[in-house]
């Protein structure tokens, strides 16, 4: 029993991930793995993913569970080819090969359970209104790309007997707290967050975009119920679409100002982005996660419900 | 221009593609490429793609056609899991940063078209009972899982504009020529051509298995049409499901009966195998196929089709 591993543990999910664990099962031994960690969070090991021989290490150390989270952002992996493939491919294929090794020197006793956030960008339009389960993924970007192809690997590892596990492909995040980051989606936070702190911002889309919502709350919500649950009821797909809440950008700002009033909402100033749009025009809207809610994935009911769990969750403490 | 080479040109395809476009476009240099030639075939280049430098080797030659057909077959990489995807996904990956290298070298004019043959083993059931072109990838082998992982990084490496291509899903390709191979669904042609022959031949499976097929000939068709169509029609959504017959294993006997006679057809001897018939469980029985269709591929009507072709192809020179 040498407990869990996150790895990304330095992130925003993978700390709150963190608290989540350590507040619910304080007994389990927690090890954060990240290329850096906030100053005042929860520390953990530094090191990067993508250098060879970091993830074969982490392997031998036989952790009960793998949360893997690190990963590149959408905007950085567009910008930077080779280092969204080296960051968001090749350390999952080291992981799996080095969870592989320890299976066997086991003798089939171990058997780890590998859970890796995937995202709604393996998928690429145009779609249907509202994507079924067994919608085909076609990623229009890199990262939509190596999310694929990790939770193909996932799946044909697990199929083996070698790891346990499965793939969530997460809604984007919304609100995150904190600065925006290099994602293609990082606006969708921004618009609300900062307008919240009485600071402008920009919206690089129009307010016709529709999208799929969940908050962090919810995010580390799923990643530790996908901890609990039997994957035989997975039936061998391992990847799952997870529930979340449909809406514009003007339900957004339509939310923002009924929660917090036309002062805040009206900080959002239009400040159209094409490379952004561009990116964003093939992201899907609204999708079933029929087997996800089955499985007892839950997420919120409506986005006034995120923007209040951002203001219970990051501002009440301020 | 350096003309065109075919990876895994020493197998029944890539034989026959040569021998076609040797046919069709003599003026274009061709280069077979395979681990290993028919003695009586056309030659060309052998050597392993999994050794390091191969690939890398071969991209610098900067051919502006390439059908890659080498493989590990579904069975020997279901046995030897390490070797199978150390031969049907890592070459890929060496091979495309190969030409990545090329095309930025070139200044950004080389980009040579890649045809890849996929398998509809990229998907896994439970099906519905015709799969339609959006259906999602889950592939239940190691076999489906390598080929949707070349498909996904053949689609961002197109996508970036580094290379030109797209990934045809065959049908299961029957009649096959020769003897029994290394893939579990190497049956559907030996139930044909060994009667043909006179011989005796085993089938593993309940005769209420349906699955989908296209003949050698339709195979080396669908790869010569993909390196004559413009790539823009596809969208970005780069893999096709190509059009085949469904029948099931009754229906193939039925058809070797009217072909060849009650006496050929009761050559077919039920010998039930666990193992192939839980793997062909979750294989595919029919699709839609109408992007590949309406972009103009075609394959058979009719299994009797299918069994006059090998008749045709194979048997009127012997």
Redesign the interface.
Known sequence: MTGSLILGGGGMIGQKLAAHLQATDPDTPLTLHDIAFPPKGMPGVTGDVSQPGIMQALAKKRFDTIYHLASVVSGEAEAD?TKGWQTNLHPMLALLEGL?LEHTASGGTYRPKVIFTSSIAVF?GPFPEVIP????????S?YG?QK??CE??L??YA??GFIDGLSLRLPTICVRPGKPNLAASSFFSGIIREPLNGQEAALPVPDTVRHWFASPRAAVGFLAHAARIDTSQLN??R?LNLPGVTCTVAEQIEALRQVAGAKVADLIVPKPDPDVAALIA?WPEAFTATRAKTLGFRAEDSFADIIQTYIADEMSSE
């Open positions: 080819f592989r690429g389960d067994d919608y085909a993924t076609s990623p229009q890199s790309a694929v192809a193909i690997l799946q044909d199929r083996k061998g797909h990847a093939r």
